[in-house]
């Protein structure tokens, strides 16, 4: 059964900077798009940030400059790179794929 699963989260304090991975286990990464979402406290889920299986990967604009995805096609892994975090960045935070959901990781911004 094809699965995504999350790691990297916690707490930061703001300013500081926090990788996310997201590893497939099940399904190969390379061909597909994918998607990191945040859920933040008791609100919805959204969009982060979307990276094509090739071309430029879009950002929302809270985050433009300071997240950054990348991918490691032979680790089967999708990366978060989070810098100058804030407390607007604490949350949950999902990578979707291929129509599967991880677990989520949290990640919680505070002094």
């Known amino acids: 059964q094809a699965q995504l699963v999350e790691s990297g989260g916690g707490l930061v304090q703001p300013g500081g900077s926090l990788r996310l991975s997201c590893v497939g286990s099940?399904?190969?990464?390379?061909?597909?798009?994918m998607g990191w979402y945040l859920q933040p406290p008791g609100k919805g889920r959204h969009l982060v940030a979307t990276s094509p299986k090739t071309g430029t990967t879009y950002y929302i604009d809270s985050v433009e400059g300071r997240f950054t995805v990348s991918r490691d096609n032979a680790r089967n892994t999708v990366y978060l790179q989070m810098n100058n975090l804030n407390s607007e960045d604490s949350g949950t935070y999902f990578c979707y794929m291929g129509g599967i959901w991880g677990q989520g990781t949290q990640v919680t911004v505070s002094s």
């Open positions: 099940g399904i190969i990464i390379s061909n597909f798009s």
